[in-house]
């Protein structure tokens, strides 16, 4: 048997997104701000397509979850430099 590199893919511990801090809201009854971090592994370079959709797409269309809201996206540096870019360059008008 030949090991591959999808073989990691299964080890959830080291994909899976990690609630690193929760705040309750401010005179709010039964709200918070949660901090979750996610690993870089889990976003193809240069994507912000790809980025979007993990992070956005998979946890709002969590149904146990009755209002949610994206409050700040903090993208390390190291992940920055993978965008090349608009493919096109930028035309100002």
Known sequence: WT???TDGLTSLDRY???CYHIDAVPGEENQYI???AYPLDLFEEGSVTNM???I???VF???ALRALRLEDLRIPPAYVKTFQGPP???QVE
């Open 88 to 90: 096109h360059g930028i």
């Open 34 to 36: 949660c901090y979750v």
């Open 61 to 63: 269309g969590f149904k």
């Open 56 to 58: 956005v797409g998979n």
């Open 3 to 5: 090991t591959v590199w």
């Open 52 to 54: 979007f959709t993990s």
């Open 16 to 18: 899976k997104g990690r």
